[in-house]
């Protein structure tokens, strides 16, 4: 029998406590294990970079949540994205990324992984025959983010998956705008899912962490291996914040939906906002696709301001409930500008951001307080 999501959210690698019969895998705050005699490993443990036994609950959580062989955490989510490339990729190859990826990802290709000799070209991830045009014989992954951040484009998982295999490149799916709770990349034909679980995972802004999932037991080993010859782990604290997090996910994300569908419907009717992102809205060009391959559409919404720049950073610095700053997915509300703030070193490249773009994380707070604050803020 398949299990639920919630299910194994709750209970996948989370056996209560051998030892004391704890329902909540402990925070090991160990690096070190006695041995039973040289080489005597009492349950496989040895050094905690290697592994860790909170870390072991929450790896094999995400790895059932998003339907992998093997889940591994890491202290950041670019942590996890740079050891997947340096474990997949030689200096030589050749990435296609979405051109609007997130800001973070993209300064790591342009400012770190190029220095190493790893070529990348952003491409238009919405037009597949753009991205099957743009491979090379170099190419070894394709970078794929869906929704994308901060213009919630939406790229075909599917799709894409075929175009990579073609190649014989690989299809990673940055998978945080959804979370494994809406989108389930590995069952679409991706090979690996990225995660900064700082985000909807993680949940209650209050922990940084990243994490591959991997559908291939091959391709996990060759991760795990790079885990720990390069050593971003998550620490067990880090760990357990995230694992209580990953419990919620399901019940959180269900209201985020309901909020930002709310949050959507204001905006779209709203006389100084020229246009609303958000993959949901059946005139979104990504909508049919966002709707076969994701349950709900998530809470990220972005909306353009008429008056331009000045007049979007003006509604970000008179809201109040929504709290303005950068990141996502937590339960509290928050409001930035992409162009000045998450985005802002992504100015003069090809994936700048419209100036007028507002970006919305759309919490689980009661959805009249947040409509009533956006007005305000809207003026
Ligand atoms: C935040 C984010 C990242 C980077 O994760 P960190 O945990 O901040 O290192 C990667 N991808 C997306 C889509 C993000 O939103």
């Given at each position: 029998m398949t299990e639920g999501f919630e299910t194994l959210a709750i209970h996948a690698g989370q056996d209560a406590d051998p030892t004391t019969g704890a329902v909540v895998p402990p925070i090991y705050a160990v690096s070190t294990y006695k041995q039973d005699g040289v080489g005597g490993l009492r349950a496989g443990y040895e050094y905690s970079r290697s592994a860790n036994p909170t870390r072991t609950a929450l790896e094999e959580a995400l790895a059932a949540v998003e339907g992998g062989v093997r889940?591994?955490?890491?202290?950041?989510?670019?942590?996890?994205?740079?050891?997947?490339?340096?474990?997949?990729?030689?200096?030589?190859?050749h990435v296609l990324i979405p051109n609007d990826a997130y800001g973070g990802t993209y300064r790591l290709f342009a400012r770190v992984l190029e220095a190493w000799g790893l070529a990348y070209q952003p491409v238009p991830l919405h037009d597949v025959d753009a991205v099957r045009a743009a491979v090379r014989p170099e190419t070894r992954v394709i970078w794929v983010e869906t929704p994308t951040n901060p213009l919630l484009g939406i790229a075909d998982i599917t799709a894409l998956a075929s175009v990579?295999?073609?190649?014989?490149?690989?299809?990673?799916?940055?998978?945080?705008?959804?979370?494994?709770?809406?989108?389930?990349?590995?069952?679409?034909?991706?090979?690996?899912?990225v995660h900064s679980t700082t985000k909807y995972v993680g949940g209650h802004s209050d922990v940084v962490g990243g994490a591959l999932v991997a559908r291939s037991a091959e391709l996990g080993e060759r991760l795990a291996y790079h885990q720990n010859a390069m050593g971003a782990v998550a620490g067990p604290f880090d760990a357990w914040l995230t694992l209580r997090g990953l419990k919620t996910l399901a019940v959180r994300m269900d209201k985020h939906c309901d909020n930002a569908e709310r949050v959507a419907e204001l905006l779209l009717a709203h006389p100084k906002?020229?246009?609303?992102?958000?993959?949901?809205?059946?005139?979104?060009?990504?909508?049919?696709?966002?709707?076969?391959?994701?349950?709900?559409?998530?809470?990220?919404?972005?909306?353009?301001v008429a008056g331009g720049e000045e007049a979007a950073v003006a509604v970000c610095n008179r809201a109040k409930l929504f709290t303005l700053g950068e990141s996502l997915g937590g339960v509290e509300s928050l409001i930035e500008h992409p162009g000045r703030m998450t985005h802002a070193s992504a100015a003069g490249s090809p994936l700048e951001v419209p100036a007028d773009l507002v970006r919305l994380s759309v919490g689980i707070e009661t959805v009249d307080d947040l409509l009533a604050d956006l007005t305000q803020a809207l003026g």
């Amino acid at each position: 029998m398949t299990e639920g999501f919630e299910t194994l959210a709750i209970h996948a690698g989370q056996d209560a406590d051998p030892t004391t019969g704890a329902v909540v895998p402990p925070i090991y705050a160990v690096s070190t294990y006695k041995q039973d005699g040289v080489g005597g490993l009492r349950a496989g443990y040895e050094y905690s970079r290697s592994a860790n036994p909170t870390r072991t609950a929450l790896e094999e959580a995400l790895a059932a949540v998003e339907g992998g062989v093997r889940g591994l955490a890491f202290a950041s989510g670019l942590a996890a994205e740079d050891t997947l490339l340096r474990a997949v990729c030689r200096p030589g190859d050749h990435v296609l990324i979405p051109n609007d990826a997130y800001g973070g990802t993209y300064r790591l290709f342009a400012r770190v992984l190029e220095a190493w000799g790893l070529a990348y070209q952003p491409v238009p991830l919405h037009d597949v025959d753009a991205v099957r045009a743009a491979v090379r014989p170099e190419t070894r992954v394709i970078w794929v983010e869906t929704p994308t951040n901060p213009l919630l484009g939406i790229a075909d998982i599917t799709a894409l998956a075929s175009v990579a295999h073609e190649a014989g490149a690989l299809l990673v799916v940055d998978n945080t705008f959804a979370s494994p709770y809406l989108q389930q990349p590995l069952g679409l034909g991706a090979d690996v899912v990225v995660h900064s679980t700082t985000k909807y995972v993680g949940g209650h802004s209050d922990v940084v962490g990243g994490a591959l999932v991997a559908r291939s037991a091959e391709l996990g080993e060759r991760l795990a291996y790079h885990q720990n010859a390069m050593g971003a782990v998550a620490g067990p604290f880090d760990a357990w914040l995230t694992l209580r997090g990953l419990k919620t996910l399901a019940v959180r994300m269900d209201k985020h939906c309901d909020n930002a569908e709310r949050v959507a419907e204001l905006l779209l009717a709203h006389p100084k906002v020229t246009q609303v992102l958000y993959p949901g809205l059946p005139r979104h060009p990504g909508h049919e696709v966002a709707a076969k391959q994701m349950r709900r559409f998530g809470g990220m919404v972005s909306f353009r301001v008429a008056g331009g720049e000045e007049a979007a950073v003006a509604v970000c610095n008179r809201a109040k409930l929504f709290t303005l700053g950068e990141s996502l997915g937590g339960v509290e509300s928050l409001i930035e500008h992409p162009g000045r703030m998450t985005h802002a070193s992504a100015a003069g490249s090809p994936l700048e951001v419209p100036a007028d773009l507002v970006r919305l994380s759309v919490g689980i707070e009661t959805v009249d307080d947040l409509l009533a604050d956006l007005t305000q803020a809207l003026g």
